[in-house]
């Protein structure tokens, strides 16, 4: 199952990566253009917002957390002793699947109601399909869903220990 989940965040950051590359391209042409003069249709503004921002942000979340690049305040958990430490972010890992898989069934939800109901935005040149970006979202955060349960049930390595009664 972990290497499943490696193979999906994988996948999705280089969706985050495609969408980051394809936004550059796709502003940098807008400006040449309207530096030159031309009146463009390329529904820059439209384009960024339903595509490219939701693959760039929500893509590459899932890639950051298998790999712990989240920020971390141990300040106070620090000074507890080892088991408790261990018993803490063990149930904190439990909670953050819970609500994250809460969030992921509930963007599932939402994708398929909006894939069903074909959800378009009216842009300055006709209609522009954006329920496609509501899946990324929901891929993601089930992703994110499965890697903290995994955390949850595997057995953590022994934590050294750093409290303040070794000081």
Known sequence: MTRILSILDSVLMAVAIAGLVLMLGHVTLEIVLRLLGVVSQLQTITFVSACYMVAVIFCALPYAESREGHISVDLFTSMLP?????????????????????????????????????????????????????????????????????RFLQQEPPLEDTSMEQV
């Open 82 to 150: 080892a088991n408790v430490r261990r018993a803490l972010r063990r149930a904190g890992y439990g909670v953050i699947a819970l609500c994250l898989g809460l969030v992921a069934w509930l963007s599932f939800e939402e994708a398929w109601d909006k894939t069903l109901r074909g959800e378009i935005w009216e842009t300055s040149t006709g209609y522009f399909a954006v329920w496609p970006g509501r899946w990324a979202v929901a891929l993601a955060f089930a992703a994110l869903a499965l890697r903290n349960a995994l």
